[in-house]
């Protein structure tokens, strides 16, 4: 099994642009979650999902957009990139809430 | 909100030496759980612990749960240099059904 994969692995853009990270199970797990993590400051919760077609925001939702039309997938929309919003991005997912995450392997994000 | 905190921030030791890693959470936790992360990787899960007091080992390393349920240590005995990485805990959110995570603990060991 796969597990939890993130695309891409590294990504560089200009202020302003737009993409989407993506992440997908193959665990059929429930819940799915999106984390930043900065020096120093550990992982913080953007978004997360407690099923197909329920997403809820998390600790620094400003910026970012989530949806889950599928139980596998669990893409973040950054709408317009600011330098505030370089980090490294991990996805996550389990079987239920408090249940333990299976992480992907991150996206480093670099925006200039 | 929440707020787990970790202390210390950094800790580097000789190989063979103990390393302990404490949580605190301002809120009591129903479970607590530990991860690692390896330099360079992305955390992945330890343990969890559920019961008021409880201990549980993994080989050199023992976790506890405190018995309000709002702190919880990690300790491991006789470090060794793959226990170099940053280790985790991490609470449920009351305000939310996902996982508050601390700050961290980066351990460094000098062989």
Same mark, same amino acid.
């Given at each position: ?11 560089v ?39 197909a077609?329920? +997403?809820?925001? &998390?600790?620094?939702? *400003?910026? /970012? ?13 950054l ?24 992480? &992907? *392997?991150?996206?480093?994000?670099t925006v200039t | 909100?929440?707020q787990?905190?970790?202390?210390p921030?950094y ?10 890693? /404490? ?7 129903? *479970?607590?759980?530990? /991860?690692?992360?390896?330099?360079? &990787? ?11 007091g ?8 023992t976790?506890?749960f ?10 491991? +005995? ?5 226990d170099?990485?940053? /280790? ?6 009351? &305000? ?6 601390g ?6 060991v000098?062989?």
């Amino acid at each position: 099994n796969a597990g939890v994969t993130q695309t891409p692995k590294f990504q560089v853009l200009k202020t302003g642009q737009s993409m989407t990270l993506q992440c997908a199970q193959d665990m059929n797990h429930e819940y799915m979650s999106w984390y930043r993590q900065d020096p120093g400051m550990g992982l913080r919760l953007i978004h997360y999902s407690v099923g197909a077609g329920i +997403t809820d925001q &998390g600790e620094v939702p *400003n910026g /970012y957009n989530v949806s889950r039309s599928t139980t596998e997938d669990f893409p973040l929309r950054l709408l317009s990139a600011a330098p505030s919003q370089t980090s490294v991005y991990f996805c996550a997912s389990s079987r239920f809430y408090n249940s333990p995450l299976h992480f &992907g *392997n991150g996206t480093r994000l670099t925006v200039t | 909100g929440q707020q787990v905190m970790q202390i210390p921030q950094y800790q580097h030791v000789q190989e063979g030496e103990d390393f302990t890693t /404490y949580c605190n959470s301002s809120t009591t936790l129903s *479970n607590i759980q530990w /991860y690692k992360q390896r330099p360079g &990787g992305h955390p992945v899960f330890l343990i969890q612990l559920v019961k008021s007091g409880e201990v549980k080992k993994q080989k050199r390393l023992t976790f506890q749960f405190g018995e309000a349920k709002k702190n919880s240590s990690l300790h491991i +005995t006789a470090t060794q240099t793959t226990d170099v990485g940053t /280790y985790f805990c991490a609470g449920e959110d009351t &305000g939310r059904r996902a996982l508050t995570f601390g700050s961290g603990t980066r351990l460094q060991v000098q062989p």
